[in-house]
């Protein structure tokens, strides 16, 4: 599912999420988490494992080599948007929704 970026200055940003989270994301994550620890900072981190979860993207400064990546020169407002955008979805799908019994008889 694609979602563009909300803010106008960044008009041709956006993110696709997968359309179902599986149990190679979960490897993802895990692997990603790793390396991740070595970020100065948990909202760099949790874009970075964002980031990996991701099918595809288009964001200013993270296009080409990954080699030239800079996260800290990203906008704050960037980093925190493809962060919450993609927790939500990925932690919803760990969600068990409750199964109710059917309303009992009176007698």
Same mark, same amino acid.
């Given at each position: 599912?694609r ?5 106008p ?8 999420? @997968? $359309?179902? +989270? ?9 692997? /990603? ?7 100065? &900072? ?23 080599? @990954? $080699?030239? +990546? ?9 980093? /925190? ?7 939500? &979805? ?18």
């Amino acid at each position: 599912m694609r979602i563009d970026c909300p803010w106008p200055e960044f008009e041709d940003s956006y993110i696709v999420l @997968p $359309d179902q +989270w599986l149990g190679a994301h979960s490897a993802r994550y895990d692997e /990603a988490l790793e390396k991740a620890r070595e970020l100065p &900072s948990e909202v760099l981190r949790k874009f970075a494992i964002a980031l990996v979860l991701l099918d595809d993207w288009r964001l200013p400064g993270i296009e080409g080599n @990954p $080699d030239n +990546w800079d996260f800290e020169q990203m906008r704050l407002e960037l980093l /925190a948007w493809v962060g919450t955008t993609v927790w939500v &979805s990925y932690w919803q799908c760990f969600t068990v929704p409750k199964v109710s019994s059917p309303a009992s008889q009176t007698g």
